[in-house]
């Protein structure tokens, strides 16, 4: 596909779904489970005493779970939101001025994974790693100050509440202490961390059966942080049967465990396969998600238990996070297979 495929569609202007963005017969669209109520996630209250083992049990069953008490403020959440929203309004023509040049992986685009499928996505996206003063002054160039305060700030607390998750999520996994100080302090202070924020939208559509929000797949980080605006709309790949519907709770965060954590737990925690469906004609979706990702120089192995009931062989071959993700890529987005021993 050329890259001018890539560039998102002037959703504004769009009275039909073209060609490119229709996703007929699709079996990536089809397979929803027929269910009465959406199924509800497992809640961990980050207050809870026994949330280590909560949280395990959670990552082990579901791979994903609904997070209460995680200590961000709802004024945050809630100036976040208006900022995304500030940002996905703006006219298609001011948007493209922050446009994601091939050689750069921040600024406003296409999801990642657009080139491995056939089919254009209903979606834009806007990548921040760290600061994103240098894509918010081409948007806003008198007036980027707030968007930049507010994505910083977010990413802040966002860093301090991984730390305080990957504590309580090493801890199940009997990983020492000394390992886990070691991935504390070489994902550094926000403004040199290697995590990743991605304001995701999901525009209104004529036509919304006939589309893909986002298309499945799984998240490379250790796990990924989501604030949904408007809850519906995300399915997840369950029990590797069918596709479940998911309505997490307003003010709660979804986390879900990527590839990197299910290598470590040696396939104990499933990076579980989701996607975005698209909810109506009128509803502008929007969700912001928070990648934490250890740096790329590090490298990860599954952490096998000793003295355990049942045998503990590793299940993957060691590898460092940059080499993990070019071989994701180069296998189209299916990264597991590729370091299975
Ligand atoms: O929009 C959502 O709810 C999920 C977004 C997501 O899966 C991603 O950005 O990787
Ligand atoms: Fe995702």
């Not at 026994?50 to 709802?74: D, P, V, Y």
């Not at 100036?79 to 001025?97: D, H, I, N, S």
């Not at 009128?282 to 969700?287: A, E, N």
């Amino acid at each position: 596909m050329a890259d001018q495929e890539f560039l998102p569609l002037d959703f504004n202007s769009v009275q039909t779904v073209p060609e490119s963005h229709l996703w007929p017969d699709s079996e990536e669209l089809s397979s929803v489970i027929d269910l009465d109520e959406k199924i509800s996630l497992p809640f961990i209250d980050l207050l809870d005493d026994g949330a280590s083992e909560l949280l395990g049990r959670a990552c082990e069953q579901w791979g994903m779970f609904q997070l209460t008490n995680h200590g961000i403020s709802k004024t945050l959440i809630a100036e976040m939101e208006e900022e995304a929203r500030r940002l996905f309004t703006l006219p298609a023509k001011e948007k493209m001025k922050a446009l994601r040049s091939a050689d750069r992986v921040t600024g406003y685009g296409t999801a990642v994974i657009s080139k491995y499928h056939p089919k254009c996505m209903w979606h834009e996206g806007f990548t921040i790693l760290g600061s994103p003063a240098n894509d918010a002054k081409k948007l806003w160039p008198s007036d980027s100050k707030r968007f930049c305060d507010v994505m910083e700030e977010y990413q802040s607390q966002m860093k301090g509440l991984s730390d305080r998750l990957i504590r309580l999520i090493f801890k199940f996994l009997d990983i020492s202490e000394e390992e886990t100080m070691k991935l504390l302090s070489s994902t550094g202070d926000s403004g040199k961390s290697y995590t990743a924020l991605q304001l995701n939208s999901y525009p209104p559509c004529p036509d919304p059966d006939q589309v893909m929000g986002l298309a499945a797949h799984t998240d490379t980080s250790l796990f990924t942080i989501v604030h949904q605006v408007c809850n519906d709309g995300l399915q997840i790949f369950k029990d590797r049967a069918s596709w479940v519907p998911l309505s997490p709770m307003r003010g709660s965060f979804v986390v879900n465990v990527g590839d990197l954590l299910h290598i470590m737990s040696n396939g104990r925690f499933p990076s579980i396969l989701h996607r975005v469906t698209i909810q109506g004609k009128k509803v502008h979706r929007f969700s912001l998600a928070y990648f934490y990702y250890p740096p790329p120089y590090l490298y990860i192995s599954p952490h096998c238990k000793p003295l355990s009931e049942s045998p503990q062989a590793p299940l993957y071959r060691c590898v460092s996070v940059e080499e993990y993700f070019t071989m994701k890529a180069k296998n189209n987005g299916e990264g597991l297979s590729t370091i299975k021993i």
